[in-house]
Nanobody, 116 residues
């Protein structure tokens, strides 16, 4: 059974940085496009960034230039480096396949709170 485990969230001040990690088990990870999503309180989940098996990336306009998605196929892991964080980045962050997520692949997510 394929599972994802996200980690790396926390409380950070505006302008700070975090690196999120997502370990994917039980699948041929390297062939899939992976993605990070987020859901802020009271809002719908949105696609933040995607990375193809070949390393091509795409980003939500509001995070371009601040966030970087990467992957390590040897470790079945996808990362999201977040710099210059803003209060509006506060959300629960999830990883899944992209750009269309798999319903049964949602993990518990990792909470990111940006506040002074």
């Amino acid at each position: 059974q394929v599972q994802v485990v996200e980690s790396g969230g926390g409380l950070v001040q505006p302008g700070g940085s975090l690196r999120l990690s997502c370990v994917v088990s039980g699948s041929i990870f390297s062939i899939y496009t992976m993605a990070w999503y987020r859901q802020a309180p009271g809002k719908q989940r949105e696609l933040v960034a995607t990375i193809t098996s070949g390393g091509s990336t795409n980003y939500l306009d509001s995070v371009k230039g601040r966030f970087t998605i990467s992957r390590d196929n040897a470790k079945n892991t996808v990362y999201l480096r977040m710099n210059s964080l803003k209060p509006e980045d506060t959300a629960v962050y999830y990883c899944n396949r992209g750009p269309m997520p798999v319903v049964g692949l949602w993990g518990q997510g990792t909470h990111v709170t940006v506040s002074s």
